[in-house]
């Protein structure tokens, strides 16, 4: 674990409102115009190519590998890389910073970058752990019953999802078909959905696996981890409405599903660290854990209506307020011995606040389309062709910022 001290800056201009400071210092991976696909990082305004400053000589790196990819790094090892990288953009390091031809030829700016999916995963988990968004379902589903289920403050509830329509950032996303039935129809029929939604989550890859049999303990989860990135959830309710009985989700939520570009490490995030949700009653001992991975992340979601060029927002929420934390999402997956794989996406469920505007689903902002919202002279109740969803989050620290950048995708027609 290596983390910044919030007093050091960068040679490199770093705005305090950047989600990119000298304290984040994130991996992705670029495609440089007419260059071989890199791994990078991003500092202030531009991404910068790690491959490029390795065949310099500036950044050594420790084992060989082609660094096209995060060629199953483990967090230790990018660790040390981020390291490395905190030492060449330090405002006192001059080797990078009096080189033009280099800083010329490894430094893209963001707004010119191709970012693509960081790592392919290979698996996708996705849980429930948001406790205000599966009280809000409760009640708009069930409204007659206490609105959590009785299992919800015992068992991190998730399922495996599909890892094969996981995509960057920027990815247009096509309304789905699927099979629906209305309330008043006697029989369901199939089309393009009624009610595309969003849903506003955290998620993080694994980046140390366990063998099949041995349950990793919870203790041992923060070596797992290797970052977190922002996901949206792409969900098509009427869908799930009529599926999702007695199995749970399935392709009301496999067509797609977005994520940020930047796998921000756990070190970066470390300053931010807050307490959990307080959770009553105690968790069984497998789940209980003394280090909560919980953050202080402020999250934003933003939505621009077809044929409107301005982004609106529609939702301000928190990641701490999440129930179940992330150490105890991958302890309860592992619980029962199942491996964990390099690579695997671990979403968190859909993070709502307590309060209306702070919910992180069209499904709760419209009260299941009851009440209709008003985004920039617009009416939504559920996503329309055109419109543009996006999603942010950063840590604020004493001038300057650790954040993800934004997620994002546009819906086209069926
Ligand atoms: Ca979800």
Not at 76 to 81: C, D, G, I, P, R
Not at 132 to 155: C, E, I, Q, T, W
Not at 374 to 381: F, I, L, S
Request: net charge negative; glycine share 8%; with cysteine.
């Amino acid at each position: 674990m290596f983390v910044v001290p919030s007093s050091a800056r960068s040679w490199v201009p770093v705005d305090p409102t950047s989600h990119f400071s000298l304290q984040n210092l994130p991996f992705g991976l670029l495609a440089p115009a007419g260059r071989n696909v890199t791994l990078a990082t991003a500092i202030g305004d531009y991404a910068v190519d790690l491959t490029a400053l390795r065949d310099a000589g500036i950044l050594t790196i420790f084992r060989s590998t082609n660094m096209d990819s995060f060629a199953e790094f483990s967090l230790e090892e990018l660790s040390e890389l981020r390291h490395k990288l905190f030492e060449i953009f330090e405002e006192s390091n001059a080797t990078l910073r009096d080189n033009e031809i280099l800083r010329m030829g490894a430094m893209t700016p963001l707004s010119e970058a191709r970012l693509l999916l960081p790592i392919k995963p290979t698996a996708f988990i996705d849980f429930y752990s948001g406790i205000h968004h599966a009280s809000n379902v409760g009640k708009m589903f069930r409204p007659d019953m206490p609105p959590l289920l009785p299992n919800y403050r015992h068992v991190p509830v998730g399922y495996n999802g599909r890892a094969s329509s996981v995509v960057v950032s920027g990815t247009p996303i096509r309304r789905p078909k699927g099979q629906t039935k209305a309330a008043d129809a006697e029989v369901p029929s199939f089309g393009p959905t009624k009610e595309l939604d969003f849903e506003l989550e955290m998620g993080f890859f694994v980046g140390q696996p366990t063998a099949m049999g041995e349950p990793m303990p919870i203790a041992d989860a923060p070596k797992h981890i290797l970052g977190y990135v922002l996901v949206n959830d792409w969900s098509a309710r009427d869908v799930q409405r009529w599926e999702y009985v007695p199995l749970g989700p399935f392709l009301a939520k496999s067509f797609a599903t977005s994520i940020s570009p930047w796998v921000v490490l756990p070190d970066a995030l470390e300053p931010f660290r807050i307490a959990g949700a307080e959770q009553d009653p105690e968790p069984l001992p497998y789940l209980k854990t003394k280090l909560s991975l919980t953050y202080d992340i402020k999250l934003e979601v933003s939505l621009q209506p077809a044929g409107s060029d301005t982004s609106h927002v529609i939702s301000t929420s928190n990641t701490k307020y999440l129930y179940w934390s992330f150490d105890q999402q991958l302890a309860h997956q592992a619980s029962n011995g199942t491996p964990l794989g390099w690579g695997d996406l671990y979403a968190s469920g859909t993070i709502s606040g307590p309060l209306e505007g702070s919910f992180g689903s069209m499904l709760e902002l419209t009260w299941k389309g009851s009440k209709p919202i008003e985004v920039g002279g617009a009416t939504r109740t559920f996503l329309e062709d055109g419109d543009t969803l996006s999603m942010t989050g950063y840590c604020q620290g004493d001038g300057f910022r650790v954040g993800f950048g934004t997620v994002s995708g546009t819906v086209e027609p069926a």
